[in-house]
């Protein structure tokens, strides 16, 4: 099984250059104010080209 904080980490880190990326090229160099939003639908595109999907844990049996 793979470790979820590797891969987590992994992702963020390119998200991270990415998002240096974007604003440079995009925003001109001005600080992305919607940052959060852009770096989760950052996040769940990766997530999705690797093969994995977020979904909720199913309920306790107990």
Do not use: R, S
């Not at 992994?10 to 925003?27: M, Q, S």
Request: no cysteine; charged share 25%.
């Amino acid at each position: 099984m793979a470790d979820n904080n590797a891969i987590l980490l992994e992702l963020l880190k390119n998200a991270a250059a990415a998002h240096g990326i974007h604003e440079k090229d995009d925003l001109g160099g001005v600080f992305d104010e919607q940052w959060p939003e852009w770096y989760a639908a950052h996040m769940t595109q990766a997530l999705k080209d690797e093969g994995y999907t977020i979904a909720p844990l199913a309920a306790d049996a107990n």
